[in-house]
């Protein structure tokens, strides 16, 4: 089946820096999409990417699907000690009435005030 | 508006037994999406309900279920609980099936421990 490799599996920062992870797969998909998680909470969506080579920004966030839709981006810039959490990476292909989302197994982020 | 809720919040049940588990989406919301959330395996798809008809299956065992009531809300069952079955169930909500599935709203989740 298909599966996504998120990198970095967590990351220490100071508060201020600019923040980068990425997913990579072995297939290709038709949307990206990247959650955030708290603690106790369920996934909530960031940002949906629905072609390849597009960039879109939300906020302090941006993120790009990659040219061969296999990959994609996220970048955190300025953070915050609220960007504290994990964030996933999540890949969808459609084919047919199968279009399950695929999911990373997560960046845990940690901002140090 | 509400969310996505989802109950109980929290269950402990011993190996063998059998748990349901509800989730009511957000209003107006057809599709129901169940996944599971370990640490080590992270989110994995469990199935998906969409008009009370099942639209969509993870590769999960025959121990876990679900079904969808006329007014949208699902619930998921696991017989015959094993210690790897803890986990975080999650769901998740959306107007539709198929191509907008990532207009998904996540619940909190259950999370289920099996001693």
């Known amino acids: 089946g298909q599966q996504l490799n998120q990198s970095p599996q967590s990351m220490f920062i100071q508060e201020g820096e600019d923040v980068s992870m990425n997913c990579t797969s072995s297939s290709i998909f038709n949307t990206w999409l990247w959650y955030k998680q708290d603690p106790g909470e369920g996934p909530v969506l960031l940002i949906a990417?629905?072609?390849?080579?597009e960039l879109t920004s939300n906020g302090r966030l941006t993120a790009q699907f990659g040219i061969t839709r296999k990959d994609s981006f996220l970048n955190i810039s300025a953070s915050i000690p609220s960007d504290v959490g994990i964030y996933f990476c999540?890949?969808?292909?459609?084919?047919?009435?199968?279009?399950?989302?695929?999911f990373g197994k997560g960046t845990l982020l940690t901002v140090n005030p | 508006k509400a969310g996505v809720t989802q109950t109980p919040r929290y269950l402990i049940k011993t190996r063998g037994q059998q748990v349901t588990l509800s989730c009511s989406p957000i209003s107006g919301h057809r599709s129901v999406s169940w996944y599971q959330q370990t640490p080590g395996q992270g989110l994995q798809f469990l199935f998906e309900?969409?008009?009370?008809?099942?639209?969509n299956k993870g590769n999960f065992p025959g121990r876990f279920s679900g079904r969808q009531f006329s007014n949208s809300r699902s619930e998921m069952n696991v017989s015959t609980l094993e210690l790897g079955d803890s986990a975080l169930y999650l769901c998740a909500s959306s107007l539709a099936s198929g191509a907008f599935a990532n207009e998904q709203f996540f619940g909190p989740g259950t999370r289920l421990t099996v001693l």
């Open positions: 309900y969409f008009s009370e008809t099942q639209r």
């Open positions: 990417l629905y072609k390849a080579g």
């Open positions: 999540a890949g969808q292909f459609l084919s047919g009435s199968n279009y399950k989302l695929t």
